[in-house]
């Protein structure tokens, strides 16, 4: 073979080769910052799970998933998926607030959603997963059980309001708090039914941050918590003037102005019923 024909194969050779890699660096980048926490696999598929630590912890949980072919070894970018959290209670089972699952910004494999556990055994056992999803109109399913460990902190709180409803509340940001003012982002849901956690809208949490091992001490500048139509969560101004252990005080009042659980914080209740926890 002539040497001008050998040398065009050549560079068809790196092309292709330099073409496969790339994506495939694409793919490996997609999962800067997560760890995987683990697989659910039936016959067809390997769905992996990824959180930012590689646990399911107690409170909010960002989750990214992709789902791998077992034949081809190639990831699925065109699926629909749907999830449901399960815990299985001595006499009785209940899911907990979670969100819709979609393909995750400017990735080709990487799907997104969120999950919040509002509580655990004691060892993280007691929760499943269900994924079902559908690629190219054919519907599939797998379930596993996942280890949920608790949070040192109280992140997420689940009550009953004086209106007779189950309620969950959870800390959503700051994830890394700092000193000043911070994005105080919750997530606030209703117990439906055991397996239904709808939003709810339009509430108010009132704040009132407090240091029990300063004196108890607040800070200036605080919001209250309004619901916020975009993304249906609640937002507030946190002032966080110091580092170390801080109490989320909080009351929840409705839509009429009633107030369905926690209290003010005076000299002699140091606490409300109802709040959330962070340190750093």
């Not at 994506?23 to 910052?33: K, P, T």
């Not at 815990?87 to 979670?98: A, D, G, L, W, Y």
């Not at 009132?208 to 969560?233: A, E, K, V, Y």
């Amino acid at each position: 073979m002539k040497l001008t024909h050998i040398i065009p194969l050549i560079f068809i050779t790196i092309f292709s080769v330099s073409c496969s890699t790339d994506n495939d660096d694409n793919i490996v980048n997609e999962l800067d910052n997560l760890i995987k926490v683990q697989n659910l696999s039936n016959d067809t598929h390997t769905i992996e799970l990824y959180t930012t630590s590689g646990q399911f912890y107690t409170g909010y949980n960002t989750i990214s998933v992709r789902i791998i072919d077992n034949a081809t070894k190639s990831y699925i970018e065109n699926a629909s998926i749907d999830w449901m959290p399960v815990m299985q209670m001595p006499t009785m089972q209940h899911s907990c607030p979670k969100s819709e699952v979609s393909k995750a910004s400017d990735k080709e494999t990487l799907y997104e959603g969120y999950i919040i556990y509002q509580m655990t055994n004691t060892d993280g056992s007691g929760w499943s997963l269900t994924i079902n999803y559908t690629i190219d109109d054919v519907e599939y399913t797998v379930t596993d059980t996942i280890t949920v460990l608790q949070n040192e902190l109280q992140n997420v709180s689940s009550f009953m309001g004086s209106d007779g409803k189950r309620y969950v509340v959870a800390l959503i940001e700051p994830s890394n708090p700092i000193i000043g003012i911070n994005n105080l982002v919750v997530g606030l849901y209703n117990m439906e039914t055991m397996m239904s956690f709808p939003m709810v809208e339009n509430y108010t949490l009132t704040l009132d941050p407090r240091m029990p091992g300063m004196g108890n001490h607040s800070s200036p500048n605080n919001t209250d918590l309004s619901f916020n139509s975009i993304d249906n969560m609640y937002h507030a101004n946190l002032s966080l003037t110091m580092t170390g252990y801080w109490v989320l005080n909080l009351k929840l009042i409705d839509s009429e102005n009633i107030i369905l659980k926690g209290e003010d914080v005076t000299e002699t209740n140091t606490q409300s019923s109802l709040y959330l926890e962070l340190e750093f």
